[in-house]
Every structure is written in structure tokens, then in C-alpha cells.
């Protein structure tokens, strides 16, 4: 079989080739109809590259990092630093200024015939495919980690959760709001807008590395888990809080209101109408008879409430995690863990490459004197960061069991959020540059730092328990 | 953790919100500087609904022919085109004139705040984006029929395949063409157009449903696949030469072999290069200790071949279906088909879907007389297609087992090949509308005929054999 588009490229190139110059009329029309046509085989190379470089990064760091004890997600970190826009310059994203430019396309041009006026757009068609494939990605890791989470553990903890949100939350706030203000005399505003910028946690990040040790469904692990979830409805909340102040002097509190209220309703919602409604699911999925019957019926209710999440301004990945809790609940689980793991394995690797790969870790050279101011602030914002987060294993009381440590290292990777406050901070304005540099690299070192903490922590925790055990039944080994 | 994109909508929404008429200087900035990345989170909403429409649509159709025993890829082309441009117009893909126009489109403006001045550049993206995982779909899906495929069959059916291939094609182009001058009084180039739209076979909708029936790997199975590969090899070699004639006149002899020599080294290359790594390929993936270390070396490999492919004008199909091959043969086959078999599940019903999306069936409407003349030649072409396949069977000699209707039938189905042609014949001007019409109809119906065709034809030959088995062992049972 052929397919569409790349036969158009195939009789586009050929009709070009056999193309003299003194060719019949019918040339110019055939080159103009079959133009746009002929992009998109450019589009699916591009893509077919792309990917051949975020898994080829992916598997070497990886498993560089694996080697010397660092979780693998760190080297799919690291390895989209390298192919990203701080170094090789490999995947395609927009760099602001210039447009397009990145070794890809050049090889496109080389060996795929893309020629220089198309550059630009199918750029920009690759960029935005190779986005949404990384965004299906961590939309498939949420519906994964609610799979493996359990609902029951969570409602348990649900208390303690939310006090580790809460305060991990306050308190980087409170400290970085007025440290900034009081010892570096920033101004209220942009101090207010780099101390919420301290306080969401990256919950991708640390349920990856939680997976990887087998601690997700600890007690520790649901914990986190559920402070995470939480910490992200508090962010939506906060940057609302943040936006509305730093562009009208003023608080509305109705926004407020309504994003607390719908974030509620959806989570609260979902899992109650999905356990009434999963008996009819198990049901129906057994009825049918075609291939991957189980596997799209579960894609289709995690993508629909993904989608309904995105639409009532929460997120896509709130959906697909309570679409992966109420399916945990079914005794379909444990043969749909198995079917999401290959995809999981095909998807998720680029979300964090393309993390990676967006972040400009050239803020953190400190040989260019335009980066120094930024990096002492910086300095204090990390220790904000750490420590803000560190003391939430405090308010743990009552449980000898629970491994302090862990939560609050758990909390301290803040991920894509802070790119996000520090972005739309460059973008209006309200932050100096030192100041926006120094959210960068606070959330380049909470993410870098807190993967390998959190594994030491746990293998600490497990020695002392071996050493215990033996110590207490020596002879029971 | 909140993804970078869909908090800069939340932002974007609740700034606009929070935006009074008389709001500081800043908020034109912000608006600016967050329009661009606002639509990114509309694309993914796009996606996120075409999919779950997509996935909906095939599972019901798909469901339903299963149980009226036709194969569930026709359900799938079927529920293509229910949701496709012929009825409910839910996926968005150019119409052509008038841009874009879809239901999802006007869902996301409701639900998800898509504006009417973005609407055309979201609607190209979604649109773009689900094409491109509609390839990697049949990437996938070929990937998977060579995995299935046993090269040393294909190897010794080889000769009797080059002949069904070369039948296969030459019948229906002689057939087609001359009688389109004799009976329909075309002119000579516009019939030689359309009687090079005979002469493909659509591989991925026949290896489907071999796959389907559990034939793909019989005798049968396997002379099908191999002929439609070369197939797929002569139609570009026939695109080629029909569009040189069409523009110029004159054949170019030399693109012809440049064809003719990259595909034979290009499929032979591949297969002996990589038969001589898979061993250090086996051994590189048992030493690598992350996560889903086979399926994404496998990717990588495969990825690479279709994208070679891709780049020497042939297709990265090809590259797909020879990567499988080699992976076939090593000891990791079966474990790589169960970790392939999900992502298929997953991606493939979206290619099916995309293409009955995008054909459109309101030309084999009889009541408008617009069509009648279309229809009438198209009655010629269907019955030539037809034909010009069946009688490849009767060039199978020599051995009795060999089922020579399924062999003829299992070439029957054109596919998306043919909707090329009938799409750049009409933006050239080289065919009639009526012409023009008329391959779509031929394409139309070969490729709906063709599954029920090949499903009836294998199980009456296995009753037969069942029967004749009782009637000789009787006592077996």
C-alpha cells in the first residue's frame, strides 16, 4: 500500500525533476495544488527524526544515569538538555526571536528535499506535533500513576496530604515573598509573583521516580501523590491570585471561588460517578469482540475527562489520573497496566525530553557577569525551595512508620510550573531579568536534585529497616 | 504537576477574565505574549476529542461488523466515513475552499474558550497533528505485519509473488486504459492517468485482514503481502512515469532506474545489513537495565528504516515492514509483538479512521445527475480492477494447496493509492470530473468489497477442507 501523502511528496519530487524549463501550463498549477501536499511528508519525517533523537537521548542517559544509581527520568532530563535548545540544538522549537532553526530541519533540507521557503512552516508543524505528542505523554503517565495509585490509601491519607500541601505551599510563599523583599530589596509585586512562582509541585516528575523505586503505592508514595494532586489545584489557584494582583491591584475573589469550587466538583465527581458507573464498563468491555477492546475503551475515558479538565481551566492531567483511579478500582487493573506500559514506554520519554529540551540552562553559567546578580538570588531561592518544602515532613505527626525525609523531598522538584511563572513574568514585564534567571534555575536545580535525593532516602530508610530486622532476627535471614 | 501549556491558558483565561476595560498597560502585552501559547492547549483539546471521536466511531462500527462477520477494518473505514467529510463532518481536515469546518471546532469554542479569529490556525494544527498520528498509525501497523511475516516464506514465495505483481498491475493498466479509448472515447494521456489508478493494491487494508482471519503468516498470507509490497514499489515507479508523460511528453529513462535500483537496495540492504546486527542489537538491549529498553530500541531502528525510506522518494512504510522483518528473526519476536500489539491497537484504528474521514463518498450518489456519467464509467473500472486481480490467482502453478481466489482477491483493494491519483488528476485538469469520479468510486468500492470478499473466500475454503477431512477421517473427530 501506499500512502497519501508520501505519493504526493513521491510525484511532487518527480514532477519537479521532469520539469524543464520550457514545460506545458499545467506545470505551475500541479506545482501550486500539490505544494501544501507536498509539506506533510516533510512533516512526518521531521517527526519520524524527532523521535529517533528524543529515544536515542533517552535510552543513553538513561541508562548512563541508571549505572551510577541516578533515576532514569533525570537522564531523560539531561539528555533533553543536551539535544535541546542550551546545546545540540537537535529538536525543533521555537527559539522567540529568529523563528525556527535546529540541525533537523537542516538534514530535512539535505536529504529530504524541504526547501528553504517551507522551512519556517513545517517547523512549526513538527514543533506542535512533537508537543502534543509529549503532552498525550504525560497525559498517559497521570492515567498510569492513577492506575497504580489506590484510591482507598489515598482517602486515608487525604488529611495528611493536605497539610503537607498546604504548608508546602505557604511557607516557600511566605519565606521567598518577604526574603526577596526584606534582603534584596525587590519590590512587592514581582517578590509576590517569584514566591508563587516557589510553590507548585511537579508531580510527573517525582511520581516517575516514585515508580521507578516501586515506593508509588508506599505510604509515603501515596502521600506525596495526594499532596501533589492538591498542590497543583493550589497553583491554578495562586497564579490566578497572582495574575489578577499583579495586572489590576486587585483580588477577584469570585475567580477564585469558581476554580475551587469546579476543581472539587470534577475530581470529587469523577470518582464517585466512575466507581457507580465501572460494573456497566467491566460489562461492556467483555461484550466486545474487536482487537484492543479494553485498552480504547480506557482511552476514551481517560481522553474524555482529560479533555473536560482542560475545558474547565483545571488540567488534562487531573482528568486522566481520576480516570486511572476509578479503572484501578475494577479488576480489569492489572491487564490494563499491562497494556498502558508499552505505551507509557513509547509516550512518556519525550514529555521529559521536551522538558528538557525548552529549558535554557544557560542562565546557570556563571562566567557571563549578566548572570551573577540572578544566580545569588538564585541561591536563596533554591534554599527557599528546599527547605520550604523539607519542613512538610514535619507536620507528619503520630506515625512512627512514615519516612519523613522522603515526603518533603518528594514535594521539592517544581518542573515545568516555574518555567511557566518565569515565561509570562519575561513576557509582561513584571520581572527583572536577574530575578526571572533565578526562577529558572531554582526550578532547573529542585528538579536536577530532587530525583537522586528522593532514591538515596528511600535506600537509607530500606538499609536501616534490613539492619534493624537483622539486628532484632538474626537468625531469621 | 502542571504542564507548562495548559497553565498558560489558565492563565491566559483568567487574566482575561480578571481584565477590566480600564486594566493597566501591561495587559496588551500579556495578551500578546500569551495569544500563541494560548492555542497550544486548544490543540491538544482538539486532539484530545478527535480522538476519543475516533476511537468511538471505530469500536461501534467495528462492533457491529463483527457481529454481522465482516471484518472490523471495514467498520473502521466505515466509521471514518460517518464522522468524515461525506456526513458528520467531526474531524477536521481541509474541505479545500473554504478552509476549515468541523463540529469539534465549534465545540472547543464553546467548552474550551477557542476564539473565532484562532480558529483557522487551530483548526490546521489538530488537523495536522491527527494526520501525522494516522501515519505513525500504518508505520506501526506495517512494523507489525513484518514482525508477523516470516521472511524465509516471503523469500521462497518470492518468485511466484514478482509474478502476481507484475500481472497484478499490468492487467488492469492494458484493460483499463484501452478500453477507456475504445468504449469511452478518452483521450489517450487522461486514460493512461486513469488506468495507472488501477494498478496499486492497498497493503495495509489486505494484511489487516489477514491478520484478522489469523491468515497472514499461511502460504496465502504471505505471496499477498509480498506481491503488494512490489506492488507498492511499481506503483511510484507508474506514478512516476505517468507524471512525466502527462507534463512533458517524454519519459525520463534515468528516474526510472534511480526507482528501480534505490528500492531493490534499499528493501534487499536493509534486510541482510540488519540480519547481520540483529545479534548485537539482541545483546545491546539484554544489557540495557531502564524501562522499556526492547520496544524503544525496536522504535529507533524502525523509525530510522522509515524515515530512510521516506527520504529516498520510496515510502517509510516499507522502511517499517523491512524493520519488522529483521526483527522477526530474532529471539526477541515474540516478546516485541506483545508490546507492539497495544501501541497497534492504539494508533492504527486512527489511519483506518483518517482515511474513509477524508474520502468523499457523495459521488456514488445516483440521484444527482451530476454523478450518473462517473458512475457509469466507474461501473467499467470496478469490473476492471476486478478482474485485473483475480486473474493474478490463476498465475499460482504448480502447487494445489495454494488458494488462488484468496491470493486474486487479496490484491483487489486500491485504497488510498488510488485517491491520489483521482486528486492530482483533478488538480491538474488531466481528468474529466467525471473521470475523476469515477476512480473515486472504483477506490471506493474495491476497498469496502475486498475484506467480506477475502474473509468468505478463506472460510469456505476451510469448510471445504473440514469436510473433505470428515468425509476421509471420518473416525478422527
Known amino acids: 500500500m501506499v500512502d497519501l501523502l508520501v505519493w504526493t511528496t513521491a510525484f511532487a519530487s518527480l514532477t519537479n ?36 533523537v528524543v529515544y536515542l537521548a533517552a535510552k543513553l542517559v538513561g541508562e548512563l544515569c541508571i549505572r551510577v544509581n541516578l ?53 512549526g508543524s513538527i514543533s506542535e506535533v512533537i508537543s502534543v505528542l509529549s503532552e498525550l505523554g504525560v497525559i498517559i ?30 511557607v516557600p510563599f511566605a519565606l521567598g515573598t518577604t526574603g526577596l523583599i526584606t534582603i534584596f530589596g525587590v519590590a512587592v509585586v514581582p517578590a509576590i509573583f517569584a514566591g508563587a512562582a516557589l510553590t507548585a509541585t511537579s508531580i510527573g516528575i517525582t511520581a516517575k521516580v516514585l515508580a521507578e523505586i516501586g515506593q508509588l503505592s508506599s505510604k509515603e508514595g501515596q502521600i506525596i501523590i495526594g499532596a501533589a494532586v492538591l498542590d497543583d489545584i493550589l497553583g491554578i489557584i495562586i497564579l490566578a491570585v497572582v495574575a489578577s494582583l499583579a495586572k489590576t491591584g486587585e483580588i477577584r475573589i469570585s475567580n477564585i471561588l469558581y476554580l475551587i469550587v469546579s476543581a472539587s466538583v470534577f475530581l470529587i465527581g469523577t470518582i464517585l460517578v466512575g466507581r457507580l458507573l465501572s460494573p456497566y464498563f467491566v460489562a461492556l ?71 528538557g529540551a525548552k529549558t535554557d540552562v544557560s542562565v546557570l553559567n556563571p562566567i557571563n557577569p549578566a548572570n551573577r546578580e540572578g544566580l545569588i538570588i538564585a541561591l536563596f531561592l533554591v534554599v527557599v525551595a528546599v527547605l520550604g518544602k523539607l519542613v512538610t515532613g514535619a507536620t507528619i505527626s503520630g506515625e512512627e512508620s512514615v519516612n519523613r525525609w522522603a515526603i518533603g523531598i518528594g514535594m521539592i522538584p ?21 530575578l526571572n534567571a533565578a526562577i529558572i534555575v531554582m526550578v532547573i536545580l529542585t528538579t536536577f536534585l530532587a530525583p537522586p535525593l528522593l532514591r538515596i532516602v528511600f535506600q537509607l530508610a530500606s538499609d536501616s529497616e534490613n539492619s534493624e530486622n537483622l539486628e532484632s532476627l538474626p537468625k531469621s535471614e
Chains 1, 2 share one sequence.
Open 141 to 170: 503517565l497521570l492515567f498510569e500513576i492513577g492506575l497504580e495509585s489506590d484510591l482507598k490509601e489515598l482517602i486515608r491519607v487525604g488529611p495528611q496530604a493536605a497539610i503537607v500541601a498546604v504548608v508546602g505551599v505557604a
Open 414 to 434: 517544581r518542573g515545568e510550573v516555574g518555567l511557566v511563572f518565569a515565561g509570562v513574568g519575561a513576557a509582561t514585564g513584571i520581572l527583572s531579568n536577574s
Open 17 to 52: 525533476l521532469a520539469n524543464p524549463p520550457n514545460a506545458p501550463l499545467l506545470a505551475a498549477e500541479v506545482a501550486e495544488a500539490i505544494e501544501t501536499a507536498a509539506e506533510a511528508p516533510l512533516v512526518l519525517s521531521g517527526v519520524l527524526i524527532s523521535l529517533i
Open 285 to 355: 468491555v467483555e461484550g466486545m469482540q474487536t482487537r484492543g477492546q479494553l485498552l480504547l475503551a480506557s482511552l476514551i475515558f481517560a481522553f474524555t475527562l482529560a479533555y473536560i479538565g482542560a475545558a474547565i481551566h483545571l488540567e488534562a492531567i487531573l482528568g486522566a489520573f481520576a480516570a486511572g483511579l476509578v479503572l484501578a478500582e475494577t479488576e480489569k487493573r492489572k491487564e490494563l497496566e499491562e497494556q498502558i506500559a508499552p505505551i507509557a514506554d513509547m509516550l512518556v520519554p519525550i514529555f521529559f525530553v521536551v522538558v
Open 71 to 123: 533515576p532514569p527520568v533525570l537522564g531523560e532530563l539531561t539528555a533533553g538538555v543536551i539535544v535541546g535548545i542550551s546545546a545540540l540544538n537537535l529538536l525543533i522549537f521555537p527559539d522567540g526571536q529568529q523563528g525556527f532553526h535546529s540541525l533537523i530541519l537542516d538534514l530535512l533540507q539535505v536529504t529530504a528535499g524541504l526547501e528553504s521557503q517551507s522551512v519556517q512552516s513545517v517547523a
